[in-house]
């Protein structure tokens, strides 16, 4: 049999040969004295590196003499001292190690991807595990590939720094081919990619697509949802969006209406079905029905109030209109938007179009809908029109105010100022004027 002599882990497949003896009882002291003597013997007559010879019994102590010998002779030998033939073997056996300088991850960032330093150092926090350069370039001629400018990448590397540790091959390759085989372009893929970068590195993102196209109505409009609020594309189909979106059916959206409202509420989509329903609650408290056509509009109006605030908005509108709660009622049902503008924009309409233009509260609460458009840009600057052409004789019928201010421009143009232009011939010029907010004392009248 062979015994290891380990020397610590350091001398590993150096054998001695011995003789199998029992452990069970002591050896008499006759026999101790014999075995001392043959093993001196023995160590006279071998190399100390060599087999011993069979028969032969090893002295326990002169094994661990020879063990301290070499160990302390291989430790203490200087570098510059031949090294001794044992060490030379236990070096060669020794796997070599790289010695490749560490991958500045900081530096890559600016020098190669175009972050600022700020943005390096912050982004280098998420990246500390890359030992090379070679996944982040391959990420990078991919993005260039997707015709994303220098500046463009270097933005989408700083939202998403992890961006660069995505499989090419595995990933981002084949989320392009499918991507184009939903019929998306390479510049739209480019800005899915830009807009929405820890999406776009998952597969699950294709799945996504092609249910939120069809949903927005088309690539475009949902790239406009992308812009406003990313983050729906990481919500969960089946439990959290399509809940939300059938809801809305059972309101009596239309398609049409539902791409509407997940445009202008794109968040809407991501969030919990009970936020969603409690919004349906509070549009319906506000006495639009399901189904009419302002119910997108009320709960575009609901979308960031919670139940105190709009009971608050709710009693600021009745007193500054000077309204009773059947009249605000009734505003509120056919220009639910008015909740969404500020209490300064509403006292700044109720002078005017009350206190200035005369309107009774009765009448203007029928027609809330004026309510919802600019002051400065477009309601003041038409009843200033209006109301120099009635002073000078020029209208040749009644028009009324929800008429003047709800049409769109091109025809107000059409209706009240190019027919006058030789009768008033500064009227274009003044009402662009006021439009910018530059309103004239008194339009000219020449």
């Known amino acids: 049999g062979y015994i290891q002599v380990g020397l610590i882990g350091f001398l590993p497949g150096l054998a001695f040969k011995t003789m199998p003896t029992p452990h069970s009882a002591p050896l008499p002291q006759k026999r101790k004295k ?48 031949p090294a001794p033939s044992l060490h030379r073997l236990l070096s060669a056996a020794a796997p070599a190690v790289s010695q490749s300088p560490r991958f500045a991850v900081e530096d890559y960032l600016v020098d190669t991807c175009g972050l600022t330093r700020a943005q390096a150092l912050k982004a280098s926090t998420k990246l500390s595990h890359l030992k090379s350069p070679t996944n982040p370039g391959a990420v990078l001629a991919f993005l260039a590939g997707l015709g994303l400018s220098s500046a463009d990448i270097a933005a989408l590397v700083a939202r998403d720094p992890q961006f660069l540790c995505a499989g090419v091959e595995r990933t981002l390759s084949p989320v392009l081919a499918r991507l184009t085989g939903l019929g998306l372009s390479r510049s739209e893929i480019a800005r899915v990619a830009s807009l929405a970068p820890r999406s776009f590195r998952s597969r699950s993102i294709v799945s996504g697509l092609e249910y939120y196209i069809p949903l927005f109505g088309s690539s475009e409009s949902l790239l406009r949802g992308l812009k406003k609020f990313k983050y729906f594309l990481r919500s969960d189909l089946e439990r959290v969006v399509k809940p939300n979106i059938e809801l809305l059916r059972e309101c009596g959206l239309g398609t049409s209406d539902i791409a509407k409202l997940c445009l202008a509420v794109p968040w809407l989509l991501s969030a919990k079905p009970e936020r969603v329903q409690v919004m349906v609650a509070c549009a319906e408290r506000l006495g639009v029905p399901r189904g009419s ?26 007193n500054t209109f000077r309204w009773s709660d059947a009249e605000v009622g009734i505003a509120l049902s056919k220009a639910p938007l008015m909740l969404t503008k500020s209490n300064q924009t509403l006292q700044s309409k109720s002078e005017f179009l009350i206190s200035e233009m005369g309107m009774e509260p009765a009448y203007l609460a029928h027609r809330s809908v004026m309510l919802c458009f600019s002051l400065e840009g477009r309601v003041k600057p038409r009843c200033y029109v209006i109301k120099f052409l009635k002073a000078n004789g020029l209208l040749d019928r009644h028009w009324t105010y929800l008429t003047i201010v709800t049409v769109a421009e091109k025809e107000f143009l059409e209706k009240f100022i190019c027919p006058h232009k030789e009768a008033a011939p500064n009227l274009a010029e003044d009402y662009n004027a006021a439009c910018r907010g530059e309103v004239p004392a008194d339009f000219r009248f020449t």
């Open 34 to 81: 014999r075995a001392r003597h043959q093993a001196t013997n023995s160590r006279r007559r071998t190399s100390p590196l060599l087999p011993i010879a069979a028969g032969d019994v090893p002295y326990t102590g002169a094994m661990l003499r020879l063990r301290s010998c070499i160990l302390t002779h291989l430790l203490s030998s200087p570098a510059t001292h």
């Open 293 to 318: 056509g302002m119910f997108r509009h009320a709960l575009k109006a609901v979308e960031s109030l919670s139940e105190e605030k709009l009971a608050a908005k709710v009693e600021y509108i009745r």
